[in-house]
């Protein structure tokens, strides 16, 4: 198993300003992923972050929109930058375990006003 | 392209009572199915994982089948308690290097 942390838990934002989102593991992991879930709404996957290479965006999400960062492997970053209000969610980080499971992290509620 | 859907999407049921919840999806070309919990506002607990080669696993009041050739999934809870209550989330995973792809949920009230 992983143990996940993340920084902040929440944060009220104003439009067009940016937000920085970190996630901690407590061992090395190859994979992390960031996560969105907006309000009542299932989880959909940003983006895919292995260390030492660019994320990997899924379709509808832009690295200028959501840059993300990978320094090490128990470490990244997500930032939402420009926010407007429709960014209001919880982002997620998670782990892979060896190809096998994922593990998530408490999340970060972001409203923007 | 790989959809997860849930049924009920919400459910209340006094302390007591066994339940299920159900997940179906349609590739059934997967690797595993993992099942999760969320309270509210709060990130995701993992509670079970059943790789595409298992039938069924089982962890307390907790047991999870998994019928591949037909795209479904159950989460049986026994007994269910008050602090069951929270919303439940299965997502299937194609392969080692894959995504996952979430169910819509199923949030669970269990009252007293």
């Known amino acids: 198993s992983a143990v996940i942390s993340q920084k902040p838990s929440r944060d009220i934002c104003q439009r067009g300003t940016s937000l920085t989102i970190q996630c901690q593991v407590d061992s090395q992991v190859t994979m992390m992923f960031w996560y969105r879930q907006q309000p009542g709404q299932s989880l959909t996957l940003i983006a895919t972050a292995n260390q030492g290479s660019e994320a990997t965006y899924e379709s509808g999400f832009v690295i200028d929109k959501f840059p993300i960062s990978r320094p090490n492997l128990t470490f990244s970053t997500l930032t939402v930058s420009n926010m407007s209000p429709e960014d209001s969610s919880i982002y997620l980080c998670?782990?892979?375990?060896?190809?096998?499971?994922?593990?998530f992290g408490p999340g970060t509620r972001l409203t923007v006003t | 392209k790989q959809e997860v859907t849930q049924i009920p999407a919400a459910l209340s049921v006094p302390e007591g009572e066994n339940l299920v919840l159900n997940c179906s999806f349609t590739d059934s070309a997967i690797y595993n199915l993992q099942w999760f919990r969320q309270d509210p506002g709060k990130g995701l607990t993992s509670l079970l994982l059943?790789?595409?080669?298992?039938r069924e696993q089982t962890s307390g009041r907790l047991n999870a089948s998994l019928d591949k050739s037909s795209g479904r999934s159950t989460l049986y809870i026994a007994a269910s308690q008050p602090g069951d209550s929270a919303t439940y989330l299965c997502a299937v995973r194609a392969g080692t290097a894959s995504k996952l792809t979430f169910g819509t949920g199923t949030r669970l009230q269990v009252t007293l």
């Open positions: 998670s782990v892979d375990i060896g190809g096998y499971e994922q593990y």
């Open positions: 059943i790789q595409s080669s298992q």
